[in-house]
């Protein structure tokens, strides 16, 4: 990727190399403490997507904050299986169907933002003024606050919830100890508060009445 012209004051035409995965990467390894992303327009090229998730998850594994931001569009345009089981990445999403552009915030210290496949006037330009990338994190973050979870978004969270997922979310839903659940179940005692604390991790959740809670607004509790 290189800088253009300055086209306004604290503003940098980019243009992408043709390898728009390691541009991705590249600019994902400059992370040092928080990264916004918001994907709002499907883009043709699916692998820097890919690409970035595997950065992403190497960023979430050093502690870093990750915030991602993506349109009903965008997730519509691929496979949602992946992140739907990923329960490192899963929190990490929400899904809004507010107006954004894609954008790319860096430590609060610079924002690319782009166009999306088929635009009139492509475009892809860096902002680096303090006021600006101000602006644009608070809109951005604001935005990912409001939006939905993954999990929680209609048509979006079926697949993330096996029998066996049912089914412990079920004895939590009762209020079974854990070593009834986990021999009603047919488990071990550690495999079973695995499986409640993988799901506290899905559901974006930190306690386990707050699990009952998420449930019952997903559908997934049985009736009565």
């Known amino acids: 990727m290189r800088k253009d012209d ?11 190399s043709e390898d728009l995965g390691s541009d991705v990467k590249h600019l994902l390894r400059r992370v040092r403490s928080e ?45 949602r299986r992946p992140l739907l089981e990923d329960s490192s990445l899963s929190p990490k999403i929400r899904v809004s169907s507010h107006d954004f552009h894609n954008t790319f915030i860096i430590d609060r210290h610079a924002a690319i933002l782009w166009s999306g496949a088929g635009a ?66 047919d488990v071990s005692l550690r495999t079973y508060r695995r499986y409640v604390a993988d799901l506290m991790v899905r559901l974006d959740v930190t306690t386990r009445f707050q699990v009952g809670v998420r449930a019952a607004q997903l559908g997934l509790l049985p009736p009565g």
Do not use: C
């Open 6 to 16: 300055a086209i306004a004051p604290g503003i940098v035409r980019l243009h992408p």
């Open 35 to 79: 990264a916004v992303v918001a994907v709002s327009s499907p883009v043709r090229q699916e692998r820097h997507y890919s690409l970035g998730h595997t950065v992403i998850r190497g960023l979430l594994a050093e502690g870093k904050q990750v915030r991602l931001l993506y349109s009903p569009d965008f997730l519509d345009s691929r496979d």
């Open 120 to 185: 009139a006037h492509p475009y892809m330009v860096m902002v680096r003024g303090p006021a600006l990338v101000g602006a644009i994190h608070q809109f951005a973050t604001r935005t990912w606050e409001s939006a939905d979870h993954l999990s929680t978004r209609p048509g979006f969270g079926s697949a993330e919830f096996d029998d066996k997922s049912l089914a412990v979310l079920d004895a939590l839903n009762r209020g079974l100890k854990d070593e009834v659940a986990a021999r009603q179940l």
